[in-house]
Nanobody, 122 residues
């Protein structure tokens, strides 16, 4: 079994910063892509930022220049540094892992974390 455990959400004032972490645990051989999605009330889940094992990045236009995604491949952990937060960043943030290769099989799987709430007050 693979689990993604997120931490670091909370309440912050506009202009403030938060850092999210997500650690993948289990019998993992490798993970192609790790990253973050978010879902605000009434909206669909949407991409925030992802990073490949080789370091390629993809950001939503709304967070470019404010958010930074990074990962530690040895620890199967991905981070999201969020600066200059805005009220419109308020959402549940979900960690995602795609192309997860388990030690017991060559198949690839995808997993989601349980989500962590980020609330930005104006």
């Amino acid at each position: 079994q693979v689990q993604l455990v997120e931490s670091g959400g909370g309440l912050v004032q506009a202009g403030g910063s938060l850092r999210l972490s997500c650690a993948a645990s289990g019998s993992i051989s490798s993970i192609d892509v790790m990253g973050w999605y978010r879902q605000a009330p009434g909206n669909q889940r949407a991409l925030v930022a992802v990073i490949t094992s080789g370091g390629n990045l993809n950001y939503a236009d709304s967070v470019k220049g404010r958010f930074t995604v990074s990962r530690d491949n040895a620890k199967n952990t991905v981070y999201l540094q969020m600066d200059d937060l805005k009220p419109e960043d308020t959402a549940v943030y979900y960690c995602a892992a795609r192309g997860v290769v388990l030690m017991t099989t060559k198949r690839k799987y995808a997993y989601w974390g349980q989500g962590t709430q980020v609330t930005v007050s104006s």
